[in-house]
C-alpha cells in the first residue's frame, strides 16, 4: 500500500508554501521512457488528438492499474501533483509535506473513451467524500482530485460531480471533497519513481486496496 509506512505521520491538514519541502531542480531519480504495459511513451510524444488528464484517488498502484484498462488509454503514469514542492521524491510526498497528492495522468483517445465515461469511472473507483484519506491511507497525499488540461474536460468533471452527488447522499455518504482544478492551476504533474510505475503489473501480488462506495456515478442528464 503506498505510503502506509509514513501514513502515521501523515497531516490531515494542508502544509503552506511556506512550510512546503524546497524539492530541487530536476529528477532525483531516472523516470522511464515507456510504459511497461502498454508499450507506449511514458512523457510522450502521444498521438494527434490524445486528451490528458490528472486523477487523484488515493493509493495510485491499484488507480493506475484500473485506468490504464480501459478501452482508448494511451498511456498512465503515477506521480505526484497538486501541492508546492518541485520533483519531489515518494518519501517526501508521504510526509505530507509538499502539498502533492499521488495522482496518476491519463492520455487517452477521447473518440474511444469519451470525457464522460472516463470521469464516471474516476468516481466509481474511490470514495470521494473522505477528504484526506482513503480508508486507512491518511493525509494530503491521498486527498481526491482532478486536474483537467481542457474546457471539455472541465465541463464533463462538473457534470459528472452534479449527478454523482445525489446518490452518494442517498445512500448515506458525506458531501464530495474532491479537489477540482485546472491543470494549470494545480502545477506540474511530477513522474513516480521507476519501481512506482505500473506497480501492480510488476509485482502482481502487491497489495492496493479498492476504496469504491459501490454507487454507481450515473451518467449526466
Known amino acids: 500500500m503506498a505510503g502506509w509506512l509514513f501514513g502515521s505521520a501523515a497531516s490531515s491538514t494542508m502544509v503552506?508554501?511556506?512550510?512546503?519541502?524546497?524539492?530541487?531542480?530536476?529528477?532525483?531519480?531516472?523516470?522511464?521512457a515507456t510504459h511497461a504495459v502498454l508499450g507506449t511513451p511514458l512523457r510522450g510524444p502521444w498521438p494527434e488528438g490524445t486528451a490528458v488528464i490528472s486523477l487523484a484517488l488515493g493509493c495510485f498502484w491499484g488507480a493506475e492499474k484500473a485506468l490504464w484498462n480501459l478501452?482508448?488509454?494511451?498511456?498512465?503514469?503515477?506521480?505526484?501533483?497538486?501541492?508546492y514542492t518541485p520533483y519531489p521524491t515518494y518519501e517526501e510526498t508521504c510526509t505530507s509535506l509538499t502539498g502533492h497528492t499521488e495522482t496518476v495522468l491519463v492520455a487517452y483517445d477521447p473518440t474511444v473513451l469519451p470525457h464522460v465515461e472516463l470521469l464516471r469511472t474516476f468516481w466509481t473507483l474511490h470514495d470521494p467524500t473522505q477528504g484526506f484519506r482513503q480508508g486507512n491511507d491518511r493525509g494530503s497525499q491521498y486527498r481526491s482530485a482532478v486536474y483537467w488540461t481542457t474546457p471539455e474536460q472541465e465541463a464533463a468533471v462538473l457534470a459528472t460531480r452534479d449527478a454523482y452527488a445525489p446518490q452518494?447522499?442517498?445512500?448515506?455518504?458525506?458531501?464530495?471533497?474532491?479537489?477540482?482544478?485546472?491543470?494549470?492551476?494545480?502545477?506540474?504533474?511530477?513522474?513516480?519513481?521507476?519501481?512506482?510505475?505500473?506497480?501492480?503489473?510488476?509485482?502482481?501480488?502487491?497489495?492496493?486496496?479498492v476504496h469504491s462506495t459501490g454507487v454507481a456515478c450515473p451518467v449526466p442528464a
Not at 478501452?71 to 501541492?83: D, E
Not at 442517498?170 to 510505475?197: K, V
Open 168 to 209: 452518494l447522499a442517498a445512500n448515506g455518504f458525506g458531501e464530495i471533497t474532491t479537489e477540482l482544478r485546472s491543470a494549470a492551476d494545480a502545477g506540474p504533474f511530477y513522474y513516480a519513481e521507476d519501481y512506482h510505475q505500473q506497480y501492480l503489473h510488476k509485482v502482481p501480488n502487491g497489495y492496493c486496496p
Open 71 to 83: 478501452p482508448g488509454v494511451v498511456t498512465t503514469a503515477a506521480g505526484y501533483q497538486g501541492g
Open 16 to 32: 503552506t508554501p511556506d512550510r512546503a519541502l524546497p524539492g530541487r531542480d530536476d529528477y532525483a531519480y531516472p523516470v522511464p
